[in-house]
T-cell receptor
Framework: DAGITQSPRHKVTETGTPVTLRCHQT?????MYWYRQDPGHGLRLIHY???????DKGEVSDGYSVSRSKTEDFLLTLESATSSQTSVYFC????????????????FGEGSRLTVL | DQQVKQNSPSLSVQEGRISILNCDYT??????FLWYKKYPAEGPTFLIS?????DKNEDGRFTVFLNKSAKHLSLHIVPSQPGDSAVYFC??????????????FGKGTKLSVIP
């Protein structure tokens, strides 16, 4: 258990509305990630953070923004949700020490299922 | 450009037999390869990894083989059990911008182990 909590776990919204997903961690890890999982596409990186206020884009960042104002929280925002953003969103953290420090192993949250109508 | 490829969307295996899941990659700069297992409505969980300087890593019923010249790795599960039924993702660790690292995932293979 890497102490990751995602909220909300389920959300249904309408096209054009803003949505914010929250990832909270309790272990003070520096690196945090947002992925989306879609059938036929696997897991794709949206944005990641390498420290407070330090973020960078992943391969599918269009339409998403992120913020990290404190170590424990990494927020993913859809400014104006579209139906193509219907997906399951996973937050992940990377531990700096131990096996994960070498392998790059990520620990994932339980996911947030977003439906955009 | 898909850097990590899992070309088999699904695989069915009889309980007790061997399951072999395959993964190909294109980026020779990846230094670690990982396999994740995912059950429905749960987050992916780490299963096993292998360094790019090794050709085999074993952990109980799970063995990962790496063929660097072919840019190919495979996960063997012996013997397969019904509880192994899940989606398996292959992932590769590479250098991202800003000196950090990221994992690039394949599309996944859904394994069904038939009792």
């Amino acid at each position: 258990d890497a102490g990751i909590t995602q909220s909300p776990r389920h959300k249904v919204t309408e096209t054009g509305t803003p949505v914010t997903l929250r990832c909270h961690q309790t272990e003070n890890h520096r690196y945090m990630y947002w992925y989306r999982q879609d059938p036929g596409h696997g897991l794709r990186l949206i944005h990641y953070s390498y420290g407070v206020k330090d973020t960078d884009k992943g391969e599918v960042s269009d339409g998403y923004s992120v913020s990290r104002s404190k170590t424990e929280d990494f927020l993913l925002t859809l400014e104006s949700a579209t139906s193509s953003q219907t997906s399951v969103y996973f937050c992940a953290i990377k531990k700096a020490s131990g096996r994960a420090g070498n392998t790059g192993e990520l620990f994932f949250g339980e996911g947030s299922r977003l439906t955009v109508l | 450009d898909q850097q990590v490829k899992q070309n088999s969307p699904s695989l069915s295996v009889q309980e007790g037999r061997i399951s072999i899941l395959n993964c190909d990659y294109t980026n020779s700069m990846f230094d670690y390869f990982l396999w994740y297992k995912k059950y429905p409505a749960e987050g992916p969980t780490f299963l096993i990894s292998i360094s790019s300087i090794k050709d085999k890593n074993e952990d109980g019923r799970f063995t990962v083989f790496l063929n660097k010249s072919a840019k190919h790795l495979s996960l063997h599960i012996v013997p397969s059990q019904p509880g192994d039924s899940a989606v398996y993702f292959c992932a590769a660790k590479g250098l991202a911008r800003a000196g950090s690292y990221q994992l690039t995932f394949g599309k996944g293979t859904k394994l069904s182990v038939i009792p």
